[in-house]
């Protein structure tokens, strides 16, 4: 009987329970044994691997997080240690796995595929949306729900208070939280490090919008965008008003999957498994204009994510 392993590494994303229990329900539908790894790479290395059946996925698709538990591993760049993993799939005669992560997990998976010959299936489990060959990677789209929801509270508070208001979010290098969040919650001015930003510029436009009648203002600074203390001094400088800051870190990473992102989770993780069904290789799976696709895993970690240029215009044109 053919065997499928399942793992989820580097930081967790809402969705990825969706995706374990997609792969684990319709693997065993088309024949196979699944496997189930713990805490990613680190469980390959380590033997943490155990077999799953329809029930062990039970009461498990509304959950954020991850039942395999997930952790970075960077012993996994030692190839003594991808050899122990190798080992470990090969003494149970497991050549298939699927890697529920971003970049880096995917990239450790290539790398079992071209040392070893172990199948591999990328599903982009990340809340950065900074895979350049998909439209949105897994656990995105709840994400910027729940940064909105935190942008909604914000809002009511800074409004009363006449306010200048900095929401920091995550997304590493990717600003696309910050972008799809600053433009849904009508937020007056959005940061990302694709887009370099004079913050003179935002606090004259602070200023200029206070002589026009507005008393509050919402800003949205992605991770990677600049120093947030530096864009306080320069606001309270031209402005005479100091801004506060909420930043709201891993809370961006947990609850529940949104529908968008169980949806999607279930139709590339299907899409995973027929992959690999179909012979050897290493692919990315993703979504381009709602089509679920796949490539080749080399090629799609040389793709380089854009920012959506559109999208930002829209969000300064429709703050004045």
Avoid at 130 to 153: E, M, Q
Avoid at 267 to 272: G, I, P, T, W
Wanted: charged share 25%.
């Amino acid at each position: 009987m053919k065997k499928i392993a399942v793992l989820t590494s580097g930081g967790d994303a809402p969705g990825m329970n969706a995706c374990i229990r997609a792969v684990v329900r319709y693997a065993i539908y088309c024949g196979y044994k699944v496997y189930g790894v713990e805490r990613g790479y680190s469980g390959l290395i380590n033997d943490d691997i155990f077999q799953m059946y329809p029930r062990s996925v039970s009461d498990i698709v509304q959950k954020g997080g991850t039942i395999l538990h997930t952790a970075r591993c960077p012993e996994f760049k030692e190839y003594e240690n991808r050899v122990k993993a190798a080992e470990n799939l090969q003494k149970r005669d497991i050549d298939n796995l699927v890697v529920i992560g971003g970049d880096g997990s995917f990239a450790g998976g290539l790398d079992l595929h071209k040392e070893f010959g172990i199948n591999i299936a990328g599903l982009p489990g990340t809340i950065d949306n900074d895979l350049g060959y998909t439209d949105f990677t897994i656990g995105f789209d709840s994400a910027v729900n729940t940064v909105l929801w935190a942008i909604n509270h914000l809002r009511d508070t800074t409004t009363a208070h006449e306010r200048v208001s900095i929401v920091k979010v995550m997304g590493r290098n990717c600003g696309d939280i910050a972008l799809y969040a600053g433009l849904a919650g009508g937020c007056e001015y959005v940061l990302v490090p694709e887009i370099p930003a004079d913050f003179r510029d935002v606090a004259e436009s602070v200023k200029l919008s206070t002589k026009r009648g507005k008393t509050s203002n919402m800003i949205v600074f992605a991770e990677g965008a600049g120093d947030e203390t530096e864009l306080i001094k320069v606001i309270k400088e031209v402005t005479g008003r100091t801004p506060t800051v909420t930043t709201l870190g891993h809370i961006q990473r947990g609850g529940g999957p949104s529908m968008f992102d169980r949806v999607l989770a279930a139709r590339m993780s299907v899409h995973a498994v027929d992959i690999l069904r179909g012979g050897e290789g290493a692919w990315a799976i993703g979504v381009k204009q709602d089509n679920i696709i796949h490539v080749p895993l080399e090629e799609a970690l040389k793709i380089k994510k854009q920012v959506n240029h559109e999208l930002y215009k829209m969000t300064r044109t429709l703050s004045l």
